[in-house]
């Protein structure tokens, strides 16, 4: 048990060297848990061994596979949590949609926002739509690009579809004549 232990934490480190570093991708994540799950085994299997060889105490086998388990199911579940947000288009965590509203609400040739739909598609890769609503006489491919620059530069989305509605010009009261 002893010998079998060390190879598979040899095999294990080797594995989790190769993998970490890449903290955006969920796929590499989900691997990464993994072999830190079989590490953090051979290690347990390596103290039980080693108990049992020097105390004859067995009940350390288990003991220490239930805690083991205990840290794969934690983490496993972190993993399924993210990918189900993902998966059912969540807002990202980092991305609040109000600050999005207002922010774009600022923009000076800009009423109104809404319809605000921001999600990802995987982490490190947002996406948005919404609706501006222009003040009548605004540039729209100004405010358009205004409103991209301002979602790439402050929230990191790089892909936005921007619909724009024209707010109506204001009718002037009855009897009242235009200014010729």
Do not use: C
């Not at 796929?27 to 085994?41: E, P, R, S, T, Y």
């Not at 105390?55 to 003991?63: S, Y």
């Not at 605000?116 to 009548?136: D, E, F, N, Q, Y």
């Amino acid at each position: 048990m002893l010998v079998i232990a060390v190879l598979g934490l040899a095999v294990n480190v080797a594995g989790f060297l190769i993998l970490r570093g890449d903290d955006d991708n969920l796929n590499v994540q989900g691997a990464l848990a993994h072999v830190l799950g079989d590490l953090i085994g051979s290690l347990a299997a390596i103290a039980a061994a080693l108990v049992i060889r020097y105390t004859a105490w067995t009940p350390i086998d288990p003991l220490l596979s239930v805690f083991v388990a205990v840290l794969i199911a934690g983490s496993g579940w972190e993993i399924v949590r993210r990918s189900g947000h993902i998966l059912l288009e969540g807002t990202p965590e980092a991305i609040n949609s109000l600050e999005i509203e207002r922010q774009l609400s600022a923009l000076p040739q800009v009423g109104r926002v809404h319809h605000i739909h921001v999600w990802s598609l995987k982490p490190g890769l947002s996406l948005a739509t919404l609706h501006l609503r222009l003040h009548p006489t605004a540039d729209v491919r100004a405010a358009v690009e205004a409103a991209k620059l301002l979602l790439r530069e402050e929230f990191g989305i790089d892909h936005s579809t921007i619909e724009v509605e024209i707010a109506p010009v204001p009718k002037r009261p009855s009897g009242q004549r235009a200014n010729t």
